[in-house]
């Protein structure tokens, strides 16, 4: 069975090495080679693959975006990310959006390949060291959120997780619809329930249970 690719990347030696690669092996044939993501869109759409492989790091829009908008077309091409790096939020929404394949550059060519064999006969492909690092931020994140959970109030969990993103108390009452003083209320029982005594404590705590 033949495996239909576009590959996309806005580095040329890249296209070219994955175009020499494929072209070796008999069971795939090249549709399009992409180096912008309106290009990308495009030849998806158009010649509707079996595989894309993408770069993450691409003009306009990323490869995330990129994914995310033709995953909610529901096109069945399926999705590989060949990239320099990913880090572990980058990783977990590629996951989370149904990315099936991630694989880093910095592997073995003849790994590509078999990473696109396995995601066209329906299997995931992650590359471990990445998975491990994003599994673990992701479960620290959980059980984080469940100790804030049972600590803090809705309102107060709120409130936390709006100083983790940098908010100042008068942008978290403009956002919240209430007085900066109410704010610095719900702020002084965060605290106390945290066993913290300063925002950047608070930011600290925040950071350890993965908040930011």
Request: aromatic share 4%.
């Amino acid at each position: 069975m033949t495996i239909r690719l576009v590959i996309a990347d806005d580095h040329p030696l890249v296209l070219n090495g994955m175009e020499e690669l494929f072209r070796l092996e008999e069971d795939f044939e090249l549709v399009a080679r992409c180096t912008t993501s309106a290009q990308t869109l495009s030849a998806v759409r158009r010649h509707r693959p079996d595989v894309i492989i993408l770069d993450i790091r691409m003009p306009e829009k990323d490869g995330l975006a990129i994914a995310s908008e033709l995953l909610a077309e529901k096109i069945p091409t399926r999705v590989i990310f060949y990239t320099v790096e990913i880090n572990e939020d980058q990783l977990l929404k590629a996951i989370r959006m149904g990315v099936k394949g991630i694989i880093l550059k910095e592997m073995e060519p003849k790994l590509l390949v078999q990473c696109v064999r396995k995601v066209h006969g329906g299997d995931q492909w992650i590359e471990r060291r990445t998975a491990r690092l994003s599994l673990e931020k992701m479960l620290r994140r959980e059980a984080g959120a469940l100790e804030i959970a049972s600590l803090l109030t809705p309102r107060e969990s709120s409130i936390l997780k709006m100083v983790a993103e940098g908010l100042s108390n008068k942008q978290i009452g403009e956002k919240l619809f209430i007085s900066e003083g109410t704010v610095k209320v719900h702020m002084h029982n965060v605290y106390e329930k945290v066993h913290v005594s300063s925002r950047v404590a608070l930011l600290r705590y925040a950071q350890e249970k993965g908040l930011v």
